[in-house]
């Protein structure tokens, strides 16, 4: 069917299919007035840049505003731009990875870009056809390889021929770290050269302003040493003069022997904090550290060290004379921290004096120049690559969003985009699977979809971590899908994954399914009921037997020290019994008698009456189900994937039947070497048939047939007739005394 746009511009051709009329998208002209398409005549109105099998790099290129999302703006705008570069739009339909540049629209300014772009691209790659593909222009590497400048403002070693220029691009790159070159390199930018020339000279001037050295080579050990003692120092200083202030407190203030004492017993040097914390020399009351006494051990070291160096003449140590020993290295520390340009010591002063002398800073800084230059070339190239992938997966993607034309495509081969991979289970392959993006959002509408859900976890060695699906059953019983079942998926790469099942939507599968599923409900429950019952009453066995065990008295011997003789047995206590159980029988007997009399002469009657029984109990939940399995429906599905869908994607029954294969086994005439033996087939339809003579007989004598005439002849279901005459006119059937009723009493 045809229809015209409401401004009449152009003419859209529908379908209907999966419940939804649907726009076709069969021709380039299609694509190219897209915009003209009502928004609510699009299937769907957004989706996600990820988890779909389509390639990212595609649908990030057609997500104009990169917000993660596809929408009909974004697919719009990419169906412009892309119609217009070529000269017919029909190429567009093919979706393949290779493109002809002779195809590009050299009349459009973006395509005559592109078409020079894509040959110098062709060049670059040794190639002499016209025909550049997906792979050529994604590996921007193997494209800018063999060239000294592409256009991004980074120079590498391969940018000059000139020997100190490349020494000066390499010590630059050790310096600062260097950027990645589209050629895949790493070199400079103007930033960095910038930088190095500047820490270069920086270094050079620190170096020329040097201050001597006051320990020579020990200086910086010392200074060290120094600044690590320096506070421990001045508290000891503190102490002797609090100590001459107060002599009785002088005790207090050095080494307390209680200190020690208490920590003697243990391993001392695993102590070495708590003994730092002591006065580093003993306290007396004189402010003065006698360099010829030992000093606390464990600053003994870094102390030796500063006093060897600073005073290894003297016999006592003053505050006057600890504070000179700073002085000594005032301007040399201060020198130290004003180091500038370390990030280029490591190349060492001589290096360093050559690259100041040579000074190559304005040549490399114009090679810099000279390959920005092209940025507008290799700007190109990059829109190369991009042409290439949406050409390649737009008309796909339109597939899947315009329309669900992939989803329904009657082969097997072709897919939708949200379509994950193969779910092989319990004798079954299903095919609509599809990746989980958000448990949470399943759980709260998997269940409106109306199908058969089973969610599995899925891991394989050769990725890390682990995925969610989930999978729709539409062919088939339930059997054993259940938590726990263990599967194989298949992704569409071909990748192998164990998948295990962690939950389950139960709905309806199919119309047959839930034929008998009334009846696996009813075996279900009575197997269980009969199961509680048998342990109910192996348990009261066992408690009766244990009590009368431990009630019973001990056997006492006869006169003769023989063992007492057992009661004899007494029938009179079990005739009761008896005769319950052959009442029992005989009321069977009496009920099957009466229905095989009450069966005689019905004929046709009888099949009319396993009909309606069966109906009775599987006709309600076949409806129930064939209304079910119409209203099947994928959208909340893909809405919980993060889709906006617009439209109903419904599964009909014969489509579903489409969606999962069943395994399907050659008619064999071989005898299983372990099949139950014993039974031959008449047994088995005599089986059969005792038991739908019970279920009848069971219905008859419960008065469940009253409807077809048949009731049943237990008195509680009696009822008196009322017998009304009738006019002279009508026929009275005479009645023998045998077939009269009993006449019954008034009340």
Not at 416 to 435: P, V
Request: with cysteine.
């Amino acid at each position: 069917m045809a229809i015209i746009n409401k401004d009449g511009k152009y003419k859209w051709e529908f379908d209907t299919i999966g419940g939804a009329t649907r726009v076709k998208i069969t021709s380039g002209k299609d694509i190219a007035h897209l915009a003209e398409l009502d928004p609510k005549m699009w299937t769907v109105l957004s989706c996600p840049v990820k988890g779909l099998e389509i390639d990212e790099k595609s649908l990030a290129y057609v997500d104009c505003d990169g917000d993660g999302k596809i929408r009909v703006n974004d697919v719009v705008a990419t169906s412009k731009w892309l119609t217009g570069l070529v000269k017919d739009a029909d190429v567009i339909l093919n979706g393949q990875d290779s493109f002809d540049i002779e195809q590009f629209n050299q009349e459009n300014p973006d395509g005559l870009k592109l078409y020079n772009s894509a040959k110098q691209i062709l060049v670059n790659l040794g190639k002499t056809d016209n025909v550049i593909s997906v792979a050529d222009a994604a590996d921007i590497a193997a494209i800018f390889a063999q060239t000294r400048f592409n256009g991004d403002g980074i120079i590498t070693e391969a940018s000059t021929d000139d020997a100190d220029e490349k020494a000066a691009i390499a010590a630059a790159v050790a310096s600062f770290g260097g950027v990645a070159d589209r050629s895949g390199a790493v070199g400079v930018n103007a930033d960095i050269i910038e930088k190095f020339y500047a820490a270069v000279a920086a270094y050079i001037a620190w170096n020329e302003a040097a201050v001597e050295a006051p320990f020579g080579d020990a200086t910086d050990g010392v200074i060290a040493a120094y600044n690590a003692l320096d506070a421990k120092v001045k508290d000891f200083f503190m102490r002797s003069r609090l100590a001459a202030f107060s002599p009785d407190s002088t005790a207090a203030l050095d080494v307390q022997t209680s200190r020690i004492e208490a920590i003697s017993a243990d391993n001392l040097t695993a102590k070495a904090q708590e003994i730092a914390e002591y006065p580093i020399a003993r306290v007396t009351g004189k402010a003065e550290i006698d360099l010829t006494a030992p000093v606390n051990p464990a600053w003994a070291a870094q102390f030796n060290t500063v006093i060897a160096a600073a005073a290894p003449d003297k016999k006592v140590l003053t505050e006057e004379d600890w504070n000179a020993i700073a002085a000594k290295f005032t301007a040399y520390t201060g020198w130290k921290g004003a180091k500038a340009g370390a990030e280029v010591e490591a190349l060492g002063l001589d290096a360093l004096k050559n690259f100041a002398e040579q000074n190559k800073k304005d040549a490399l800084l114009a090679l810099v120049a000279q390959d920005a230059a092209l940025a507008e070339e290799a700007g190109n190239i990059e829109s190369v690559s991009k042409f290439l992938y949406v050409l390649r997966d737009f008309y796909r993607l339109l597939r899947n969003f315009v329309t669900f034309q992939d989803f329904y495509k009657k082969e097997k081969n072709v897919a939708a985009i949200f379509q994950s991979g193969r779910l092989i289970i319990d004798q079954r392959e299903c095919r609509f699977c599809m990746n989980v993006a958000d448990m949470g959002k399943h759980n709260a509408s998997a269940a409106t979809s109306g199908m058969f859900l089973v969610y599995c976890d899925c891991t394989t060695k050769s990725k890390p971590g682990k995925i969610s699906i989930v999978a729709a059953v539409t062919v088939g019983d339930i059997g054993d899908l259940i938590v726990g079942k263990n599967a194989i998926y298949y992704d569409n790469a071909g990748v192998e994954w164990d998948a295990v099942i962690t939950k389950v939507i139960d709905n309806p599968i199919s119309i047959a399914q839930s034929f008998w599923s009334p009846y696996r409900r009813m075996a279900k429950a009575v197997e269980n009921l009969i199961t509680k019952s048998a342990a109910d009453k192996d348990a009261k066995m066992m408690a009766d037997a244990t009590a009368k065990i431990n009630a019973a008295p001990a056997a006492v011997p006869a006169a003769d020290g023989k063992p007492a003789a057992a009661p004899p047995f007494d029938i009179a206590k079990f005739a009761g019994i008896f005769a319950a159980i052959g009442m029992a029988f005989g009321m069977i007997g009496t009920a099957l008698s009466g229905l095989v009399d009450s069966m005689k002469g019905m004929g046709w009657k009888l099949i009319l009456v396993f009909i309606g029984i069966i109906l009775v109990i599987s006709g309600p939940a076949m409806i129930l189900a064939w209304l079910k399995l119409r209203r099947r429906n994928i959208a909340p599905l893909l809405n919980a994937n993060g889709w906006a869908v617009n439209a109903a994607s419904k599964i009909s029954i014969p489509f579903g039947e489409t969606l999962t294969d069943a395994a399907k086994f050659p008619k064999l005439k071989i005898k299983d070497p372990y099949a139950r033996k014993g039974i031959a087939p008449w047994k088995k339809w005599v089986i059969s048939l005792s038991a739908v003579v019970v279920v009848a007989a069971g219905l008859w004598l419960g008065n469940l047939l009253d409807w077809a005439g048949y009731t049943s002849p237990l008195p509680r279901f009696n009822k008196t007739e009322v017998v009304t005459e009738v006019e002279a006119e009508a026929v009275v059937e005479e009645i023998t005394p045998e077939a009269a009723p009993e006449a019954t009493p008034a009340e």
